[in-house]
């Protein structure tokens, strides 16, 4: 039997799939991941979102979302005032992340050493 880890026996290694890949293109950006995990939680408005991510940048913030607009898993959302106000939600593409956000996070709990939590 082949030792774990053991290339013997396996046969060509097959290429990533194409779903794999568009997943990857836009979770895998830095800050994207978080801007989805914050707004699982609830509609935030982009200040609140911007607290909410320690070390993102507005431009940054704003690049993001733009993109997650762009691929249908984010609505900005403008209420006239006054004072005017801009706040972000979920579409139902987006919301449709949260059991596999849930599952990483959990996963890495129990296989990603640190705490990148807040302290307390």
Known sequence: MPELGSHEDAG?????????????????????????????????HFAELRRAIPGISERMLSDRLTELGAAGLVVREVDDGPPLRVSYRLTESGAALAPALKELGTWAESHLPGSGGCPG
């Open 12 to 44: 060509p290694c097959r290429q990533v799939d194409d779903g794999m890949t568009r997943v990857f293109q836009l979770l895998g950006k830095r800050w994207t991941g978080l801007v989805v995990s914050v707004l699982l939680q609830r509609p935030v």
